[in-house]
C-alpha cells in the first residue's frame, strides 16, 4: 500500500513539473513579440461606361395672370421634344417623364409671376447615340425647343463584378509589395493575419482625386477605378 502511494506521488510530481513547463513555454511564447509586416495593396483600371442617363429641363416664364397659358406652352414644348427624340431614334421605354414643377418669381414688390419646369430623363445603353445628341444643340434650337438644363451622366453595368476583380487584385498587389520588401533579408512571408478593403475611387482617368469616403464620378463616359487592400503578413 506504501508503494502505490509513493507511486502515486512520483506521477503527481511529475506531471506537476511537466505541466509548469508547459504553462511556461506557452508563456514565453505567448509573451514574445510577433514580427509582421504592414502592406497597402493597390490596384487601378480605366474602363468605359456602356449606360447613359441624359437629363433635361425644359421652362418656361409667365406674369402673374398667365400662368394657364404657360403651363400650355411647357406641355407644347414637352411634345415637340418627345417627337424630336423620336424620330432620333430614342424609344418611349426609355424616355421618363417627371410632373412639372411651378416656382414663384419674386421682384422688388413681391411676387411677380412664375417659372414652370419639366424635367424627362433618358437612360440608353446606346451611349454614342444621346451622347452627340445632347452635345449637339444647334437641331434644337433649330425646332424652336428651348432647353434651359442638360445633364449627361454615364455608368457601367457590370460594375459589381468589376469590383470584386479590383480588390482581388488589390489583395494580390499587396502580396506582391510585401514579398518586394522581404527581398535580400533572411526573413520569409507568412500567413496573412489581417485584410480590410479600402473604399473605392470612380472618377475621370488620370485623376488624383481621393475622398475617404469614396468616389463615383459619373461625369465622363472613360472612367478610372481604384481600390486599395490593407493587409498585415506574419514574417518567418
Known amino acids: 500500500m ?4 509513493g507511486r502515486a506521488a512520483v506521477v503527481l510530481g511529475i506531471s506537476m513539473v511537466l505541466a509548469s513547463l508547459v504553462f511556461g513555454l506557452f508563456f514565453f511564447v505567448s509573451r514574445r513579440p510577433q514580427q509582421t509586416i504592414n ?3 493597390i490596384a487601378s483600371k480605366q474602363y468605359e461606361s456602356d449606360t447613359v442617363k441624359w437629363s433635361l429641363t425644359l421652362t418656361e416664364i409667365t406674369g402673374l395672370e398667365d400662368l394657364a397659358e404657360g403651363r400650355r406652352r411647357l406641355y407644347n414644348s414637352l ?3 418627345l417627337s424630336f427624340l423620336h424620330e432620333r431614334g430614342v424609344k418611349p421605354e426609355q424616355i421618363n417623364i417627371i410632373p412639372p ?7 422688388s414688390s413681391g411676387v411677380e409671376g412664375y417659372r ?7 437612360i440608353s445603353e446606346d451611349v454614342e447615340t444621346i451622347e452627340d445628341l445632347a452635345l449637339n444643340v444647334i437641331p434644337f434650337l433649330d ?3 428651348n432647353i434651359y438644363r442638360t445633364q449627361l451622366e454615364f455608368f457601367y453595368s457590370n460594375l459589381d463584378e468589376l469590383k470584386k476583380d ?18 535580400g533579408s533572411d526573413m520569409r512571408l507568412g500567413k496573412l493575419q489581417t485584410l480590410r478593403q479600402g473604399v473605392f475611387q470612380i472618377t475621370q482617368p488620370h485623376s ?5 469616403s469614396g468616389i463615383h464620378d459619373t461625369s465622363t463616359k472613360k472612367k478610372q477605378i481604384s481600390v486599395t487592400a490593407h493587409a498585415t503578413f506574419a514574417i518567418k
Open 143 to 145: 425646332e424652336g425647343i
Open 101 to 107: 414643377v411651378v416656382y414663384e418669381r419674386y421682384g
Open 2 to 5: 506504501m508503494k502505490d502511494y
Open 79 to 81: 411634345q415637340e421634344l
Open 208 to 212: 488624383t482625386e481621393v475622398s475617404s
Open 166 to 183: 479590383m480588390v482581388a487584385a488589390a489583395v494580390a498587389n499587396a502580396r506582391e509589395r510585401a514579398l518586394e520588401m522581404l527581398k
Open 39 to 41: 502592406v497597402v495593396g
Open 116 to 122: 414652370l419646369e419639366q424635367e424627362l430623363y433618358v
